[in-house]
Structure formats: structure tokens, C-alpha cells
T-cell receptor, first 111, second 114 residues
Framework: QKEVEQNSGPLSVPEGAIASLNCTYS??????FFWYRQYSGKSPELIMFIYSNGDKEDGRFTAQLNKASQYVSLLIRDSQPSDSATYLCAVRPGGYNKLIFGAGTRLAVHP | KAGVTQTPRYLIKTRGQQVTLSCSPI?????VSWYQQTPGQGLQFLFE???????NKGNFPGRFSGRQFSNSRSEMNVSTLELGDSALYLC?????????????FGPGTRLTVL
């Protein structure tokens, strides 16, 4: 079992729709959770971080964390073609300042 | 505030050579982490430095090493390059090592080993 799992996609959504990206992790001691966006040929860009159970909203983005289910998700409302990118879920294991990344989900928003 | 900078941006080396990559963190950030990104393995953690000390190390051979200077700038070195070392090497900095400290990535150094 991989430490951090994501569907590779591609996830295709129409412009204006809600895109839902999911991530599961195996280490119950994980403390904080991050979503990065990576455009082709570029480096990862931080979108959201969350470390408490529940929802965290920032503009069109909402991160959701359920530690009991070991599940993190990212919702993108009013998806735009410019949101088309690979979304990387990253988990910080307990006691370590390092990130374990999932393989990423490729999102395609079509007009 | 300037972001994380990495030099050089592109490198071409041949097998058996060694290479040194440099990273300057965001001003005030004291923790620097290095990652390797390849199409097959994705983003993998190499090592992390804080206050000139390596605090965490990923599952990479000893050919991969690094260091951090007193001004928090960091370098990583790969000796005896192999074809499989071709990758995007990313440096990330964070303010500290707390649970809520977020890592910000530099643009990366793309290394090609021929």
C-alpha cells in the first residue's frame, strides 16, 4: 500500500463545475496535509494546507480532512480552464519535517 | 519577498560525473528540504536541513548528499551520476519545522544525465 494515494485521472470537468480531488493516506500519525498545484514543466505551487478535521475554505478552494477515515479532499468551485494542472496531495508524517506526496491527479477543465 | 531560488536551472552531465545544485530559501526561512521528481517515481523526499544540521533523510543512496550554510542556503551533491539520476530536483523552504510550517518550492533544477 502506498503511503499517499490519489487517482491519477485525468479528471475532466466542464468550465464552471465543481472539481473534487481525493487523497487517502496510511500513516495515522500524520499531522498536516497539503495540496499543491503543478503546471506542466513548472514546480509545485501551494494551494491549501489543513491540519484540523473539517473544512477549510480559501476563495474557490475548499480542503476537507477526515483523520478517522484518513482522507483528504480538495474541492474547486467554478472550475476554470486555467485550473487545468496536476494536483498533488502531500502529507507530513508525525514528528518529521518532510512531505510524502501522492502521484497526483491530472485535472482537465474544458470550456 | 523573493521566493526560493535554485541554480542552475538546467544541467547536462555524463555518467560518472558529479554535480552540485544550489538553493537559496525565502528570506527568514531556516528549513530547507530537497526532493527529486521523476515521471516514474513522482516526488520523493531526499533530505531536510535546519540550522546547518541534516534532520531527516529519505531513502536514497549515499551518492546523494547535502549541506546547509549559516545563512540557510543549501547545496546538494550527487556523485558518480547514473542515468537514473535524470530528474527535476526541487528545493523547498519553510520558516521552521513546526506542524503548521508550510513548504514553498523553488523552480527546480532539471538534471539530464547522458
Amino acid at each position: 500500500q502506498k503511503e499517499v494515494e490519489q487517482n491519477s485521472g485525468p479528471l475532466s470537468v466542464p468550465e464552471g463545475a465543481i472539481a473534487s480531488l481525493n487523497c487517502t493516506y496510511s500513516d495515522r500519525g500524520s499531522q498536516s496535509f497539503f495540496w499543491y498545484r503543478q503546471y506542466s514543466g513548472k514546480s509545485p505551487e501551494l494551494i491549501m494546507f489543513i491540519y484540523s478535521n473539517g473544512d477549510k475554505e480559501d476563495g474557490r478552494f475548499t480542503a476537507q480532512l477526515n483523520k478517522a477515515s484518513q482522507y483528504v479532499s480538495l474541492l474547486i468551485r467554478d472550475s476554470q480552464p486555467s485550473d487545468s494542472a496536476t494536483y498533488l496531495c502531500a502529507v507530513r508524517p508525525g514528528g518529521y519535517n518532510k512531505l510524502i506526496f501522492g502521484a497526483g491527479t491530472r485535472l482537465a477543465v474544458h470550456p | 519577498k523573493a521566493g526560493v531560488t535554485q541554480t542552475p536551472r538546467y544541467l547536462i552531465k555524463t555518467r560518472g560525473q558529479q554535480v552540485t545544485l544550489s538553493c537559496s530559501p525565502i528570506s527568514g526561512h531556516r528549513s530547507v528540504s530537497w526532493y527529486q521528481q521523476t515521471p516514474g517515481q513522482g516526488l520523493q523526499f531526499l533530505f531536510e536541513y535546519f540550522s546547518e544540521t541534516q534532520r531527516n533523510k529519505g531513502n536514497f543512496p549515499g551518492r546523494f548528499s547535502g549541506r546547509q550554510f549559516s545563512n540557510s542556503r543549501s547545496e546538494m551533491n550527487v556523485s558518480t551520476l547514473e542515468l537514473g539520476d535524470s530528474a527535476l530536483y526541487l528545493c523547498a523552504s519553510s520558516l521552521g519545522t513546526g506542524v503548521t510550517d508550510t513548504q514553498y518550492f523553488g523552480p527546480g533544477t532539471r538534471l539530464t544525465v547522458l
